[in-house]
């Protein structure tokens, strides 16, 4: 499994907004600020997240980015895929196996250990990373 700068400031980017869910339209620049990420490269990173359909982006003196959806309802699995593709594969420039077998038995350990990634990332949310950042901040919200 491998992260690139692109997943994980993406991931940086999506977390700022779900901090920042319901208040409005946030600045490129405040959250490039916020996460130590160049704006160029932020703008590139959610110009992607929007056709992913993860993100909205107003124009305007008031204008800025938004979450397409609640936070609750984003899985740092559907985030990642946007930013990345594939979360577990095999790197490029690896030798096929001699022996179709014994690569076959490889080509199942990976495919399991994309099972495992995928399914624990399906299960956490951009609220969940909120919330984790509330509690931490001593604001905990409780729901009923």
Request: aromatic letters at 6%.
């Amino acid at each position: 499994m491998r992260i690139s700068s692109k997943g994980d400031y993406g991931l940086r980017a999506l977390f700022d907004l779900a901090l920042h869910y319901g208040h409005g339209p946030v600045r490129s620049r405040d959250i490039a600020d916020r996460q130590a990420i160049d704006e160029n490269y932020l703008n590139q990173l959610l110009i992607q997240l929007r056709r992913a359909g993860l993100v909205q982006s107003l124009r305007g003196p008031q204008g800025g980015h938004l979450l397409a959806k609640p936070p609750a309802e984003i899985t740092l699995l559907e985030a990642l895929q946007a930013l990345e593709g594939s979360i577990v594969e095999m790197a490029e420039g690896i030798q096929p196996a001699p022996r179709p077998d014994e690569a076959a038995i490889l080509n199942a350990v990976w495919y399991g250990l994309r099972q495992v990634c995928e399914a624990y990332l399906a299960t956490q949310t951009l609220e969940d990373l909120a919330q984790r950042k509330r509690e931490r901040d001593g604001q905990t919200m409780y729901y009923i």
